[in-house]
């Protein structure tokens, strides 16, 4: 399976794990994923094609959010 990390502000890639010996479940393990509640893995990694999106943030996005917060809300808005 190949891990995509995706800026769920700006959609830029940030990077690829490809990793075909995990199941989902290894991923969600070794991602860091496997104590959050179900509703809140699947907002951060999404099945896409034949691979998954995970959504983080870039460096970019980050510096913008923390000097703007009022950011954040507009883009879960927008979401
Ligand atoms: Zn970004």
């Given at each position: 399976?190949r ?46 094609d034949n691979q ?28």
């Open positions: 399976m891990f995509e990390y995706v800026c769920r502000y700006c959609r830029q890639k940030i990077g690829a794990v490809e990793a075909p010996h995990w199941s989902l479940g290894d991923a969600m393990e070794r991602l860091g994923l496997h104590h959050l509640e179900p509703d809140h893995q699947w907002d951060v990694i999404r099945p896409r998954f999106e995970i959504q983080t943030v870039c460096d970019a996005c980050e510096q913008a959010v923390a000097m703007h917060p009022e950011l954040l809300l507009e883009g879960s808005i927008i979401q």
